[in-house]
Nanobody
């Protein structure tokens, strides 16, 4: 059974940086892409970043483009989210998720929650003003 475990969250001042990690475990782990989503209190979960596992193509919404960087270490089955110039509105629980290979993807698949089939438990990021 594949599991995703996030780490690296915490409290940071506005303008600061954090790096989140998401480690995948399980002998059968295989991924087409991995993504980060976040959910703030009282709000819907939203897409933050995604990366394809083999080619390393990356995707971001405008809200984080230029501030956040997603990367992966295939040997460690780990994906990272480097977050710079953090703002109070970045405060949320951050989740990583993976899309297993073999599915049919179309449109802006990277931002669609329903395309991701395994999720981590989340890590809290709090940005103080």
């Amino acid at each position: 059974q594949v599991q995703l475990v996030e780490s690296g969250g915490g409290l940071v001042q506005a303008g600061g940086s954090l790096r989140l990690s998401c480690a995948a475990s399980g002998r059968t782990f295989s991924s087409f892409a991995m993504g980060w989503f976040r959910q703030a209190p009282g709000k819907e979960r939203e897409f933050v970043a995604a990366i394809t596992w083999t080619a390393g193509n990356t995707y971001y919404p405008d809200s984080v483009k230029g501030r956040f960087t997603i990367s992966r270490d295939n040997a460690k089955n780990t994906v990272y989210l480097q977050m710079n110039s953090l703002k109070p509105e970045d405060t949320a629980v951050y989740y990583c998720a993976t899309i297993s290979p073999g599915g049919v993807l179309f449109g802006n698949w990277w931002s669609q929650e329903e395309r991701y089939d395994i999720w981590g438990q989340g890590t809290q990021v709090t940005v103080s003003s």
